[in-house]
């Protein structure tokens, strides 16, 4: 079975969500103004969302109105990252179990594309705004199924879209989103004995390795066309060609149809280039170009950078 997912622990009582999406992403209804903020009710509950061309029909129950916020959060985001949400129809099972928080996530490709994720009984409304994971899970929706060996694809763009798909939804500040590439983006360098991204399976490889690949590319992609086009442009174009979840490519198929759309040959060009060799990239240089300066785990950003246009248009906020 495929599958995607981010570090999990045991599954209990299930809430079922099941979303229909019309043609734009959903926008699921927030809570009214004053809501209290309330622990999960420790009985088993089941709440089936309706989505029809962004209407919402509920049979809320007593967990509802936080449990949609936080959908609403996250598909917002990708809203304003891809202008929509990437399937018509998806199925997302919320497993509670002790704790608080949003605790594991997993995507599935077979037996109907759906998302699955832990939260603990006792999450509150300020667990589930400032949760990443929802978000990165929805982003695997937008991209085809994918032999195992681009599996960096898969989750690389799930780590390098979502903190950015958030800034542009206005969810995280520019300085945000940078700080955390300048501090994690080394661990997708490859290391002694590397061979490649197609070969090298590594967690930091695959997470981060995959989330690097987007990040200079999608850096390229905008010095090439003088900052017209970007990654977004090419996974945007993936996506309106049929490239879900639901269906099964090769990164070729994806990847041609991404440098069609910005009219250049970056991600073949890139992908050729890193596949079966351990490229190493100077992040140094590259966030010295960008204009970001790390500074522990927060980073200040310099308008005055070669390339600071284009850092400012990756995190930009959109208005779909």
Known sequence: MSRFHCPHASLTALLTLTLLVGCSYPVLNAPRAGTASSPLSQSDRRIVLHLEDGALTAEAIDAAPEIRAWVDRAAAAIGAYYGRFPV?????????????????????????????????????????????????EFVHLALPQLADEHDWLQEGAATYVEPVARAEAGQLTPERVWAEFALQMPQGLPAPGDRGLDNSSTWGRTYWGGALFCLVTDVEIRKRTDNHFGLRDALRAILADGGTLEHRWTVREALKIGDRATGVTVLTDTYEAWRTKPVQVDLHELWRQLGVERQGRRAVLHDDAPLADIRRAITAQVDN
Do not use: P
Request: charged share 20%; hydrophobic share 40%.
């Open 88 to 136: 018509q129809r998806a199925q997302m099972i919320v497993e509670r179990e002790g704790g608080t928080g949003v605790r594991w996530a997993r995507t599935y490709a077979q037996a109907g594309t759906h998302v699955r994720v832990g939260i603990g009984f006792e999450t509150s409304s300020a667990d589930f705004a400032s949760d990443w994971m929802l978000t990165h």
